[in-house]
């Protein structure tokens, strides 16, 4: 059903918004959601946090003017229940019958939608280059991005689509000219904003390795080469060619401090390897992976941070907030990293999570194959990121 087809509740229910749930759970209040979408999208991706009780009720138990009695024994009557679901149109009804019976109860305004539009920027406090690194942290997906800025300029890395006027918002805010807008790689969990950001005047950037998969767009924005610089103010973003997770990965480094890594290396995993060539092409991208981690990564200072394109639950953030750390207490702590060759191939192929949903539909519209609008778009990069191994396989004891 769509949240036009519910009938208004007959009791005024109260709204949250997300960004007030986002700041109750970072917060480590104790919160209790109930999940009113089918069980087969919930299992794929939902709320979740140390602090929070999820519980699965799809709306549909709720149509009947008797509910049953076992539904309504699974939700708590002593304390506030958020209610949530797609879209917030469910979620408003579902509340106001509970609130009918008694219950303790709001919902959460846009539903999972809204969670997904929630994008904050948190300062890299440990960053030791010149001007300042903030990194843009997606909570519903754990997409990353990075923004830096100095001496009135700015460049975005790992951009999304769906909040490119944020990054124009906040560089006038900051009062900087947004110069660039770089891309790792051809993303695979969402729709990239790189071309969206060149279309407003910023240069666009994609890595020149990529291309050969199918980039329609190329010679209408800049291709960087493994070495090439770009400057933002008296900092410098190096390009790294650094293959793997796809044959075009590219990380840079930002003014020798801090290597956003794309989905090549995170602080919790490294990278899946069979985004590109399917499980048939994966072990060969397995070792190009182990390649790049081991000469183009792990060959830098042990105090340069790594900053990944994503984070998962398992990611501990650093105590500035940020999703960061330094590769060398990365190679202490992850057992894949000090691997040799064989036997990290082993492990990365044995236990891989689901491939990203719709990532094909989503790989084709990066390219530039296809199009989207920008409800499209969104809708299709909804749920979690799934771009790496599996954490529990790689890290250490």
Known sequence: MNPEDFPTPDVEVDTTEPETLKERIDAGEEVTLLDARMESEYDEWHVDGETVTSIN????????EDIDDDVLARIPDDREVTVLCA?????????????????????????????????????????EGAGTLLQYQRPSSGCLGYLLYDDGEAAVIDPLRA??????????????????????????DHISGVRDLDEAGVEGVIPDAAVDRGVTYADELTTAEDGDTFAVGDATIETVSTPGHTTGMTSYLVDDSLLATGDGLFIESVARPDLEEGDEGAPDAARMLYESLQERVLTLPEETLVGGAHYS??????EDGTFTAPIGQLVEEMDALTMDEEEFVDLILSDMPPRPANYEDIIATNLGQQSVDD??????????????????SLAGD
């Open 375 to 392: 409800e499209e778009a969104f809708t299709l990069e909804l749920g979690p990121n799934n771009c790496a191994a599996s954490q529990e």
């Open 57 to 64: 009720v799809p709306y549909f138990e709720f149509l009947d």
């Open 163 to 188: 909040f490119t006027d944020r990054y124009l918002d906040d560089a006038e805010d900051l009062g900087v000219d947004l110069q660039y807008a770089l891309d790792t790689h051809i993303h695979a």
């Open 87 to 127: 879209k917030g149109g469910a979620s408003e009804y579902v509340a106001g019958t509970l609130a009918e019976r008694g219950y303790e109860v709001n919902h959460l305004e846009d539903g999972m939608n809204g969670w997904a539009g929630i994008y904050e920027a948190v300062e890299v406090t440990d960053y």
């Open 313 to 318: 639950d398992a990611a501990e953030p650093a």
